[in-house]
């Protein structure tokens, strides 16, 4: 009987540590990380593809396209997580291939281009000699 109920108790305890090894504990965690970015995620279909759990490490693919649109409209980005405090958290990036250009207006939350540079162009890329102004004698 006391063996039993050891043999139980270790079941359980293995059967509640991998509850939150699904697809969306993953998805909610990646939502919760974009939640605080100033991002619509209401207007976003947010997808889990891809998981491979490693204990208490996740690696994920995830899939970000508007509503309504088509996944070519959209982008992949692949996340680093960790479950710590029974949820799933971003803790990185992972170098993922976007499956198009962003739709117009959809920005990679992630790699800054959201935010072009003083010059207008992506990643503070030098301008053109010709998009310069001339050069003035002081």
């Given amino acids: ?20 090894q699904s697809n969306e504990a993953v998805r909610q965690g990646v ?17 889990v593809t891809a998981v491979q759990f490693n204990g208490d490490k996740a690696d994920a693919t995830v899939t970000f396209a508007p509503k ?23 803790v990185g990036t992972r170098d993922s291939g976007h499956t198009a250009a962003p739709a117009p207006g959809t920005a990679n939350p992630h790699d800054g281009s959201a935010v072009p540079s003083p010059s207008g162009s992506p990643h503070g890329a030098m301008p053109a000699p010709e998009d310069l102004p001339p050069a003035g004698k002081k």
Wanted: charge should be positive.
């Fill in 1 to 20: 009987m006391r063996t039993a109920c050891i043999l139980l108790f270790s079941l359980a305890l293995a059967t509640c540590n991998r509850g939150n």
């Fill in 31 to 47: 939502i919760d990380h974009l939640a605080g970015r100033n991002l619509n995620i209401a207007s976003m279909d947010i997808n």
């Fill in 68 to 90: 309504g649109g088509t996944p070519a409209q959209g982008m992949t980005i692949k996340y680093a997580m960790e479950q710590k405090g029974g949820k799933w958290q971003v």
